[in-house]
């Protein structure tokens, strides 16, 4: 691979709230912070070893990012400077870091802990276990804590307030498979289950609003003996001010190109557009309260559908 290759740009993490900047990784594993203009913003603040997997979280607010690395086990704040804050390792299997609140980070780790940290300074506020999923929201200390139980289909879902440490509504759904991509919206909570393909909308109050199930799914798998959707959601995540759901869904047995985007309003699940396309990367991450969609390549306008392509580089 080139030099001009390697810098390019390969993954880009957002937060929904910001609408001034984005983050970006290369090639060769560096990261910087680039404005919605796409111009860098900082000098590279890490320099991730070839083969190791990043993961960011944007403050909403700050200047700062925090950087998880699952192969080294850590998690790091930096301001955007690229001064060091604070950083935590021994933290084994991290799934994912992400704001609940400005205050707080939630780290889910893969055997299915969770732990509360004080976006500060890294220290612990408090943890738990038993966990399949969360979700959360930078604007918001709340986080959503999905559980299964024992000898029944249906999950716990959890609303905990990170704030006070204490839990807000407790409810069962039911969800057939590990629910993912737990995403926020205005008066809405959204999931989707990828064995399945379908999406479920819960009110604040923990009732279902609606459920998608594609059309003439779920269907018999000869292989799995047991009941597959024929389409999974790659991406899911609320758009234009959290009133409209936006999903990437791909098909389980097209091309790596073959995608539809889907868009539902979030309060009843009403279908407003859906877009069969092979050009919109499946990694489109959210910013400036989803009126964009940020790609490796590019970025996508809503809710004019206006695909507007970029070429980044992260120069030293």
């Known amino acids: 691979m080139s030099d001009v290759e390697e810098s390019a740009i390969s993954d880009v993490w957002t937060d929904i709230h910001r609408n001034d900047a984005f983050v970006a990784g290369s090639h060769d594993g560096r990261i910087a912070v680039f404005s919605i203009a796409g111009r860098q913003l900082s000098r590279p603040l890490v320099n991730v070893p070839e083969g190791r997997t990043p993961s960011v979280a944007l403050h909403p607010i700050q200047e700062v990012l925090v950087i998880s690395v699952f192969e080294e086990m850590s998690v790091t704040a ?37 732990m509360l940290l004080n976006a500060t300074n890294g220290e612990s506020v408090t943890s738990g276990d038993g966990i399949e999923e969360v979700g959360s929201d930078s604007a918001v200390a709340i986080a959503i804590l999905i559980k299964a139980r024992p000898k029944s289909s249906r999950k716990e879902v959890v609303y905990y307030d990170t704030e006070r440490r204490v839990t807000l509504l407790s409810t069962g759904v039911d969800i057939a498979s590990s629910p993912r991509e737990v995403t926020f919206g205005s008066g809405w909570l959204a999931m989707t289950e990828n064995r399945l393909g379908t999406v479920t909308a819960l009110r604040p109050d923990g009732s279902v609003a609606w459920r998608y199930v594609p059309e003439g799914d779920p269907v018999t798998s000869p292989i799995l003996k047991d009941q597959e959707s024929t389409c999974y959601f790659a ?12 999903g990437m869904r791909r098909s389980k047995f097209s091309g790596m190109g073959s995608a539809r985007a889907m868009f539902f309003d979030g309060l009843t699940g009403a279908e407003v557009r859906n877009v069969e396309t092979d050009s919109w990367r499946l990694s489109l991450s959210p910013m400036a309260d989803g009126r964009v969609l940020v790609a490796r390549d590019g970025m996508l306008h809503l809710p004019e559908l206006v695909w507007e392509p970029r070429c980044l580089r992260i120069t030293p």
């Open 235 to 246: 991406r899911l995540c609320a758009v234009q001010c959290g009133n409209v759901l936006f």
């Open 78 to 114: 930096y301001e955007w400077s690229g001064r060091r804050l604070w950083r935590r390792t021994g933290l084994r299997d991290i799934a994912s870091v992400a704001f609940s609140g400005p205050d707080y980070l939630l780290v889910h780790l893969w055997n299915g802990r969770w």
